[in-house]
């Protein structure tokens, strides 16, 4: 996973993230930040990507999805 700092406003503090777990909660986060840097240009990712944000290293893809 990368270490950079993602800012966001202050409202997204009254979304309740009660359910996510870390790894989705580092993978939300990541994704607002590529979207905030695209605008409104749609984005893709390669599985690696995701493997990489959600810092994944076990070799089955299905298990990954289940996150």
Known sequence: MSNEIVKYNNIMN?????KFNPVEFDL????CSK???KGSEP??????EVK???NYSSRDK??????
Do not use: A, G, H, P
């Not at 009254?14 to 009660?18: A, G, N």
């Not at 984005?43 to 690696?48: K, R």
């Open 14 to 18: 009254e979304v309740s993230f009660r």
């Open 28 to 31: 939300f986060f990541s994704l």
């Open 35 to 37: 979207m905030k840097l």
């Open 43 to 48: 984005i893709t990712l390669t599985f690696d």
């Open 52 to 54: 990489k944000l959600t």
């Open 62 to 67: 299905v298990r990954l999805f289940m996150i």
